[in-house]
């Protein structure tokens, strides 16, 4: 006699409302909420990856800077600028470390579709921080190195253009897809993939 398929209740329908052939209506893929959850977690490693890099690199940077003769002669301001910057540095470097702390603690207890909402939920966060972090770096460099309000404007175009590349394109592409569905097959108001919807 015929078996019924993996992953589909006894009527033959699939258990996230897919056919029986176990296409998944929500993604255009044949996959479990399982295995939708495996794929999602390593597009998210690979994020990580590049925003880690970025991080270590400029918490490196401005951790090395308050041992520099130079430190000693930074104005009250400027060694404002510099603690609010390390700061915010470190909470960036926890934001985008969490999610494979996150995803230690919860691995072999079945949670993976929830591992990976929460780790893409403190993935943006970080983001947020780091592009703070950025501006405020980038505030204490040009201040040092001009001495005058230009840095301001400086900063505050690179701030524009952070934006512009990391959140307004994306958000531009959303809307310009006007919830058709993008190349790996999900509706483009699923493309942040956040994990099971219910």
């Given at each position: 006699?015929g078996?019924?398929p993996?992953?589909?209740?006894g009527?033959?329908?699939d ?5 029986p052939a176990g296409?998944?209506p929500?993604s ?5 909420e399982?295995?939708r959850a ?5 597009d ?6 590049v ?7 400029l918490?490196?940077?401005?951790l090395a ?7 000693a ?6 060694r404002?600028i510099?603690?609010?910057t390390?700061?915010?540095g470190?909470a960036t ?12 603690l919860?691995t072999?207890?079945r949670m ?6 929460w780790a ?6 970080g983001?947020?921080?780091l592009?703070?972090?950025?501006c ?7 201040r040092?190195a001009?001495?005058?309000v230009?840095?301001l404007w ?9 934006l512009?590349c990391?959140f307004?394109f994306p958000?531009?592409?959303i ?5 058709r569905?993008?190349a ?5 108001r699923d493309?942040d993939?956040s994990?099971?919807r219910s």
């Amino acid at each position: 006699m015929g078996q019924i398929p993996a992953g589909s209740d006894g009527a033959g329908r699939d258990r996230d409302g897919g056919d029986p052939a176990g296409l998944n209506p929500r993604s255009g893929r044949r996959e479990t909420e399982e295995e939708r959850a495996d794929r999602q977690w390593g597009d998210l490693l690979q994020e990580l990856r590049v925003a880690q890099t970025g991080v270590q690199i400029l918490f490196g940077f401005l951790l090395a800077v308050v041992f520099q003769p130079r430190f000693a002669d930074l104005s009250d301001v400027d060694r404002n600028i510099y603690v609010v910057t390390v700061m915010l540095g470190s909470a960036t470097a926890a934001a985008l470390i969490g999610p494979v702390s996150y995803h230690r603690l919860l691995t072999g207890r079945r949670m993976k579709p929830q591992t990976v909402t929460w780790a893409s939920r403190l993935t943006k966060l970080g983001l947020g921080l780091l592009f703070c972090t950025m501006c405020s770096t980038l505030l204490l460099i040009l201040r040092v190195a001009l001495h005058n309000v230009t840095a301001l404007w400086l900063v505050g175009g690179m701030a524009l253009w952070f934006l512009v590349c990391w959140f307004v394109f994306p958000l531009w592409a959303i809307a310009r897809g006007d919830g058709r569905r993008s190349a790996d097959g999900e509706d483009a108001r699923d493309a942040d993939d956040s994990g099971p919807r219910s």
